[in-house]
């Protein structure tokens, strides 16, 4: 079986700054995208920021400039560095990756159980 597990999350003001981590663990061959996206309640859960295997990142608009996605593939862990916060992006962050079980299989989705950003004064 495959994990994600979030950590990082916390409260913080408004320009502060946070960095989520989220590890995989379990039986891997593979990681290819990974992602961060948030939830709040009553509202659908949106991408945040991606990141390929190779480091290509995209990120949503309302987050350019002020978050950073990065990976360590040898620990294979997802970063999340978020700068200049705002009360709007308090939300539960979940972790997400394309995980591949062993060689030549097709890569399944995996989710985190997401953990709390509050951004407020």
């Known amino acids: 079986q495959v994990q994600l597990v979030e950590s990082g999350g916390g409260l913080v003001q408004p320009g502060g700054s946070l960095t989520l981590s989220c590890k995989a663990s379990?039986?891997?061959?593979?990681?290819?995208?990974m992602g961060w996206y948030r939830q709040t309640p009553g509202k659908e859960r949106e991408l945040v920021a991606i990141?390929?295997?190779?480091?290509?990142?995209n990120y949503a608009d309302s987050v350019k400039g002020r978050f950073t996605i990065s990976r360590d593939n040898a620990k294979n862990t997802v970063y999340l560095q978020m700068n200049s916060l705002k009360p709007e992006d308090t939300a539960v962050y979940y972790c997400?990756?394309?995980?591949?079980?062993?060689?030549?299989?097709?890569?399944?989705?995996?989710w985190g159980q997401g953990t709390q950003v509050t951004v407020s004064s």
């Open positions: 997400n990756a394309d995980i591949s079980v062993r060689i030549a299989s097709v890569p399944y989705n995996y």
């Open positions: 379990g039986s891997i061959f593979s990681i290819n995208v």
């Open positions: 990141i390929t295997s190779r480091g290509s990142t």
